[in-house]
């Protein structure tokens, strides 16, 4: 007997009983909905998606909304979730399925996975429960599962071992893919986790080749890097902050923010600090008088940690222009726009460091 059905024969009745049913996007069959959980769910816990999906759909319901949203718009609802080249694809996504798909997202896996920011797992998950596709997912916990499961060694993402859990995955997927999918996301959120896995309760636990087992991490942790930067605070007597579209790619891409140097220090001297705001001032045709410099600032992103200083000085404008790139934008207005979390913080809380 193929070793399919077990799996799906212990899942199933397990994800009935201890299932996570009401999760928003488990209460819907529309591709979009779906895809719109599907990107906010990469590398982002539940609890934190969930807030922002009701917004997001609230103020976008379907793709023609999202197609003809402003940039800024979007990224202002996507602020705070992090990633935010998934909110830049999410409406580019939206764009090409207006223009080549007639306003549905493509019941092809190919095609969906030409979408931008579309991978095949992405794209499988969707078909499967918008469509009812017998399409394998093989996001983290699916992943995981497969891998203790089946007794795999080695690390997790190694190439071959990715070939086997597509294989796997593909030969472990019943017809009704739409519940074994979210049945076996949520035994590896729930009970097959990468630290203490609860193999007691699992329901897998006596097929199980890999129970108790530790996931080898890959290489071995190192200090995470810390980078230091200096944001520089240049409020005109209006009150308005000047602020800066981040490029396309890159911390924070593009999102308005602080305009920013990366420093080797924040010990900052005053022939330092006039110097900063000696260049911003010719960069940006205006006149600086320093103010303040705020107290040390930690933010966490994936893979580094930064420490920044905000640089505070009194700004006259002299030719500042209408680039895009640039703007004089209120602390009221600025709530509109995309902004990196630690800055939305800052202005709601109307602090100045």
């Known amino acids: 007997m193929s070793k399919a059905v077990p799996l799906a024969s212990r899942l199933l009745p397990w994800y009935a009983d201890h299932g996570r049913h009401d999760l928003p996007w488990r209460k819907t069959q529309d591709a979009y909905a779906l895809y719109l959980a ?121 190439a071959t071992n990715e070939r086997r859990l597509w294989q796997l995955a593909e030969e472990e997927t019943p017809p009704n893919a739409h519940e074994y999918n979210q049945a076996i996301q949520d035994l590896g959120a729930l009970l097959c986790r990468s630290q203490q896995p609860q193999c007691g309760c699992c329901p897998l636990s006596d097929l199980c080749r890999g129970k108790d087992k530790p996931l080898q991490a890959g290489a071995s942790r190192q200090a995470r890097p810390q980078r230091l930067a200096v944001f520089l605070g240049l409020e005109d007597e209006q009150g308005r902050l000047l602020l800066e579209r981040r490029p396309q790619k890159g911390i924070w891409g593009g999102l308005w923010a602080l305009p920013w140097v990366e420093v080797s220090s924040l010990a900052l001297s005053m022939e330092c600090c006039d110097a900063l705001l000696a260049k911003a001032a010719k960069e940006y045709g205006v006149q600086l008088q320093f103010q303040r410099l705020s107290k040390v600032y930690r933010h966490v992103f994936t893979h580094f940690d930064l420490q920044y200083v905000i640089l505070w000085a009194g700004l006259r404008v002299l030719a500042l222009g209408d680039a895009a790139s640039a703007r004089l934008i209120s602390r009221a207005d600025s709530q509109a726009l995309g902004l990196p979390s630690p800055l939305r913080r800052l202005l709601d809380d109307g602090q100045r460091g």
């Open 38 to 158: 599907e990107i906010m769910l990469q590398q982002t816990r539940v609890e934190t998606v969930k807030p922002y999906y009701h917004r997001f759909l609230a103020r976008f319901p379907h793709w023609q909304s999202l197609a003809g949203a402003p940039l800024d718009d979007v990224l202002a609802l996507w602020s705070g979730l992090g990633y935010y080249a998934r909110a830049r694809n999410a409406k580019r996504c939206a764009e090409q399925i207006l223009a080549a798909h007639g306003g549905h997202f493509p019941a092809d896996l190919s095609a969906a996975m030409d979408l931008p920011g579309v991978g095949r797992s992405t794209a499988a998950a969707v078909l499967a429960s918008a469509y009812g596709q017998q399409q394998a997912i093989l996001d983290a916990n699916a992943r995981r599962v497969l891998f203790r499961y089946h007794g795999l060694e080695g690390l997790p993402r190694a």
